[in-house]
C-alpha cells in the first residue's frame, strides 16, 4: 500500500513517513500543497495524509482539485484546525476522514487501516432526493428541471439534510454542524433559516422533503401528498 504525506512541517512529516513504513507502509511526502498535488496526479497513491495549512497551496485547495479532476483516492485530513466548521468544509469538498493534532498514533494508524479497507471512495459530488439535486462543486440545487436558488448557508444546510437524509437532526447537532455555534433554546433564528429554506426547496412541489418531527428535530425524506 503506498500512502502519500502532505505536511509541511520537517519534524512531523517525518515522524509520519517512518511510523508508516515501520507499519509496513511505503510512505512519500511532499512539504507543500503544490509538489503534493503533483504528486498525487502523477503517481498512483492508496491514501493521501492532507494538512491543510500548507504553502503554495492550502489543504483545501488541492483536495478540491484532486476531486474536481476525478481523484477518488481518500483523503485524510490531519491539521490543528480543530472547529466543527473547518471539519464541515474538509468532508464536503470530498474528505474521507479528519483527524486533529494532537493526535495518538495508535488511533492514526486505526484511521489509515479503516480507510485503506474501504478502498476509493468518496463522499458523491452529486446528492440525489427524490427529484432533489444538489452539485456540490457548484454549489447548485434544483428540482426536477426548476433551478433553485440558495444562499452559501441555505445550500450547506440542504447538503446536511441531503447527506443524513431519513434521518432525525436536532436543532443542536444541526446549529454545531452549519452553524458552529449553539442556539438558545428560546431563539428562534434556526426555525426562521430552515422555514426559508422550505419556502425555497418544498413550498413550489407537490412532494415535500424537510419536514419537522415535534419535539425532536428535522428529518429530510420523500413523502407524498404532504
Not at 119 to 134: M, R, S, T, V, Y
Not at 165 to 194: C, H, K, P, Q, Y
Request: contains cysteine; proline residues 4%; hydrophobic residues 45%.
Amino acid at each position: 500500500m503506498r500512502i502519500l504525506i502532505v505536511e509541511d512541517d520537517a519534524r512531523g512529516r517525518q515522524f509520519l513517513v517512518k511510523g508508516l513504513r515501520e507499519s509496513g507502509y511505503v510512505a512519500e511526502a511532499a512539504p507543500n500543497g503544490e509538489e503534493g498535488l503533483f504528486m498525487a496526479e502523477e503517481r498512483k497513491y492508496d491514501l493521501i495524509v492532507l494538512d491543510v495549512m500548507l504553502p503554495v497551496f492550502d489543504g483545501w485547495r488541492v483536495l478540491e482539485r484532486l476531486r474536481k479532476r476525478g481523484l477518488v483516492t481518500p483523503v485524510l485530513f490531519l491539521t490543528a484546525r480543530d472547529a466543527v466548521s473547518d471539519r464541515v468544509k474538509g468532508l464536503d469538498l470530498g474528505a474521507d476522514d479528519y483527524l486533529v493534532k494532537p493526535f495518538a498514533w495508535t488511533e492514526f494508524i486505526a484511521r489509515v487501516r479503516a480507510l485503506l479497507r474501504r478502498g476509493p471512495a468518496h463522499q458523491a459530488e452529486i446528492l440525489k432526493i427524490a427529484d432533489l439535486e444538489l452539485d456540490i462543486p457548484r454549489m447548485h440545487a434544483r428540482r426536477g428541471k426548476t433551478s433553485i436558488e440558495l444562499t452559501a448557508k441555505e445550500f450547506q444546510l440542504l447538503c446536511l439534510f441531503a447527506r443524513r437524509s431519513g434521518e432525525v437532526l436536532s436543532r443542536t447537532v444541526i446549529a454545531e454542524l452549519v452553524w458552529d455555534m449553539n442556539f438558545s433554546t428560546d431563539s428562534n433564528a434556526l426555525d426562521v433559516a430552515i422555514g426559508r429554506l422550505r419556502r425555497k426547496i418544498d413550498e413550489p412541489f407537490p412532494t415535500k422533503l424537510i419536514h419537522t418531527q415535534r419535539g425532536l428535530g428535522y428529518v429530510m425524506e420523500e413523502r407524498n401528498g404532504e
